[in-house]
């Protein structure tokens, strides 16, 4: 198995700990340098940025059906887009991870 394949499988694994199902790999690059010198260890290892895409899972009807009448197609509109995060990661350790497009607040 190559490095990069361990970094990808190293990105699956600390997505599948989010309550999320299905994980794809969309996108992949290396790591910008902002973030392995913030987060990670400079000239150490390899480092990349890893774009995964996520389904809501088995509760996404519960959370159509629970939310106001006037609101669920937004909502189920909302939830069939999925869930993106940005990891970056090598393939021992993630140093960073952000849900894209998600204000969390």
């Not at 940025?49 to 899972?57: K, N, Q, S, V």
């Not at 006037?70 to 960073?96: M, T, W």
Request: with cysteine; aromatic share 10%.
């Amino acid at each position: 198995m190559s490095t990069s394949d361990d970094i990808a499988n190293r990105a699956i694994r600390f997505a599948e700990t989010f309550q999320f199902t299905n994980p794809q790999i969309v996108r992949t690059k290396s790591a910008r340098d902002e973030f392995v010198a913030r987060y990670g260890t400079p000239n150490s290892t390899e480092y990349r940025e890893m774009e995964i895409h996520m389904d809501w899972g088995p509760n996404q009807q519960k959370i159509i059906n629970s939310s106001k009448i006037e609101k669920r197609q937004d909502v189920e509109s909302f939830l069939k887009k999925g869930v993106k995060i940005l990891v970056v990661c090598s393939a021992r350790d993630v140093i960073y991870h952000e849900f894209l497009g998600m204000d969390l607040d």
